[in-house]
DNA sequence: AGCCAGGGTCTGC
DNA sequence: GCAGACCATGGC
């Protein structure tokens, strides 16, 4: 059974005691979001739901810095996760050999309750593409079309906003063939055809079908757009890694087991499958 | 230099 | 239904 979190204001902080497992590097930079970086060892810095926020975690003490426990009862709490409790949820896959094997690569991952406009968007540009570029599209999307917050930090910006834009607007964030997929998203989005902050009230199939009307939406960006944005803990996106370590490792689908955290079973076994390559 | 990237669409069987 | 070409761009 869960324990209820132990938090307290520091100053401008909040701190969070006994967080297990979790892990900054594993969680902000592993493709499940664009926009943090490190700023030292422990130490990292990003902006999400329009603010700027630096995050540092040393051994079990999460340290959100220039905050409250409002802000943080909010917003950062469910942005990372931290009513769920993943001791638990590690503890009874463990029932399973393969998956065992495949939390010791990333067992410090939380699957991010992110913006949901801001991962449609993000996983639309992720397509046939990667990390590093996509890191960079976003951020120039950023700059040019949000809103600067900071020295050099921008909010995602607004579907409303991206609606009024042309193809060639877009050109400088060099996107390419994907300018008319944001567009779309963003237009279906402002004119509330996808209603996407109401998205997790439906059923999961329910969501995926409205995400997938989008033009350059498919299972793939949809799937990503409910587990990282919408809180659909058990989509489960399959990327040509994830395919193919379904058919080497699991015959096929996942254990019973597994199905009701399938998202986060999800990210255990595609850092397992990236970084051995299944070469095993 | 050339292949590939956390895909999706469109066309042709 | 399913395979294959094509899509812009740049990382490695």
Known sequence: MKTDLIYEQQGNNVVIFNVFPFDLEQTLD?????????VSDNTWQGVAHGRIMKIAYNEGSLTLFNTNTDEFNKIWRGYFDLD?????IIETIKSDRVLTKAVEYAGGIRVLRQDPWETLCSFIISQNNNIKRIKGIIQRLCMHFG????????????PEHLAKLTAGDLSPI????????ILDAAQKVAEGRVDIYNLH????????ERLMAIYGVGPKV??????????????FPQDVWIKRAMKVL????LPDVAKPY?????????HYARITKLEI
């Open 250 to 253: 699991f015959d096929g689908s």
């Open 84 to 88: 769920r409790d993943y001791a638990q």
């Open 222 to 235: 949809a799937d990503c757009t409910l587990l990282f944005g919408c809180g659909f803990i058990e989509a």
């Open 174 to 181: 060099k996107c390419g063939f994907r300018a008319k997929y």
């Open 30 to 38: 592993c493709g499940q979001s664009f926009r943090w970086c490190r």
């Open 147 to 158: 809103e600067q917050i900071g020295e050099g930090f921008y909010t995602f910006p607004a």
């Open 201 to 208: 009230k439906l059923p999961i199939t329910k969501a995926r």
């Open 262 to 270: 399938a998202g986060i079973v999800q990210q255990y076994i595609f």
